[in-house]
């Protein structure tokens, strides 16, 4: 539970790609979230790590900016393979420290 209270509070891999794209078109928060029908809050929201972007805003963006979506998805597939091996570490001391207390 405090793993994901920790990554709420940091900027995703996709809310970084998102900046990243926002900031290639020389757009403010408010602008880029106009040209999807979103607010800027909503916009710094996804930036910033706050919220997750559903599937369809991921698709929008793809398309109204010309970037292929499967980049997107590959580097959330990356982060999990990670979050994946670091509860696999966490689980093997969490093993040993209980076989030597017994």
Same mark, same amino acid.
């Given at each position: 539970?405090?793993?994901?209270?920790?990554?709420?509070?940091?900027?995703?891999?996709?809310?970084?790609?998102?900046?990243?794209?926002?900031?290639?078109?020389?757009?403010?928060?408010?602008?880029?979230?106009?040209?999807?029908?979103?607010?800027?809050?909503?916009?710094?929201?996804?930036?910033? @790590?706050?919220?997750?972007? *559903? +599937?369809?805003?991921? #698709? =929008?963006?793809? @398309?109204?900016?010309?970037? *292929? +979506?499967?980049?997107? #998805? =590959?580097?959330?597939?990356?982060?999990?393979?990670?979050?994946?091996?670091?509860?696999?570490?966490?689980?093997?001391?969490?093993?040993?420290?209980?076989?030597?207390?017994?």
């Amino acid at each position: 539970m405090l793993m994901s209270i920790v990554m709420r509070n940091c900027p995703s891999d996709i809310g970084i790609k998102i900046k990243d794209i926002r900031n290639k078109h020389s757009l403010s928060q408010d602008r880029f979230g106009k040209k999807l029908g979103l607010s800027g809050k909503t916009i710094s929201s996804y930036e910033t @790590g706050r919220c997750a972007p *559903p +599937l369809r805003i991921l #698709k =929008e963006i793809s @398309g109204t900016y010309d970037i *292929p +979506l499967v980049v997107v #998805k =590959e580097e959330k597939k990356q982060v999990i393979t990670e979050n994946i091996s670091n509860i696999q570490k966490l689980l093997n001391e969490l093993c040993s420290a209980f076989e030597s207390s017994v």
